[in-house]
């Protein structure tokens, strides 16, 4: 089971927005509703950022947006804030009922 | 609220097997639905999702690594072990104990984690 694939880094300036891809397969983003995505600061437990593909868990700020165009999910930061800096990690739950997660993107806030 | 903890060795040998316990609160994993589930992440390297145990005992696995791993769970001690055997230094990373919560396709939360080593 390949990784998800996504950017290695992803950077941007204080109150631009950023967008990170995942791109999978027709056997897990294509073809599913449970995409996810975690937040990571090193030393930290991984924290749930985006669910469902689009849905934020309460708690998390509205500046964290995801979507889904075929193989492709996303997850969007507007707004950026230096405390935003830290890993994300894409997730899909796949048809092979098992989950399988992205390569993990660093997002830097310049 | 829910909280998961992992317990277990910081070093092993290779060859050995690891066993890690994860003891959770907040939750009962005999309600229908739910599910605790093992995540890895080697030093400097991506998630990779390795097993997780559902309320009625269903199992799921890492498919490169099913001949390898064992998730079972006691209900009544709020605990759930993952056994690996035949470790390897590959398999040096930390291992996260996380939740899942009813018809969830994803983990809500997350243990700290613990660092196991694997080195002769």
């Known amino acids: 089971q390949s990784a998800l694939t996504q950017p290695a880094s992803v950077s941007g300036s204080p109150g631009q927005s950023i967008t990170i891809s995942c791109t999978g397969t027709s056997s897990d983003v294509g073809d599913s509703k449970y995409v996810s995505w975690y937040q990571h600061h090193p030393g930290k437990a991984p924290k749930l950022m985006i669910y469902d593909v689009s849905n934020r868990p309460s708690g998390v700020s509205n500046r964290f947006s995801g979507s889904k165009s075929g193989n492709t999910a996303s997850l969007t930061i507007s707004g950026l804030q230096a405390e935003d800096e830290a890993d994300y990690y894409c997730s899909s739950y796949t048809s092979s009922s098992f989950w399988v997660f992205g390569g993990g993107t660093k997002v830097t806030v310049l | 609220q829910i909280t998961l903890k992992e317990s277990g060795p910081t070093l092993l040998k290779p060859t050995q097997t690891l066993t890690l316990t994860c003891t959770f609160s907040g939750f009962s994993l005999s309600t229908s639905g739910m599910g605790v589930g093992w995540i890895r992440q080697p030093p400097g390297k991506a998630l990779e999702w390795l097993a997780l145990?559902?309320?009625?005992?269903?199992?799921r696995y890492r498919p490169s690594l099913k001949s390898r791993l064992t998730i079972t769970k006691d209900t009544s001690k709020n605990q759930v072990v993952l056994t690996m055997t035949n470790m390897d230094p590959v398999d040096t990373a930390t291992y996260y104990c996380t939740h899942r919560g009813s018809e969830m396709a994803y983990f809500d939360y997350w243990g700290q984690g613990t660092l196991v080593t694997v080195s002769s």
């Open positions: 145990i559902f309320w009625d005992d269903d199992k």
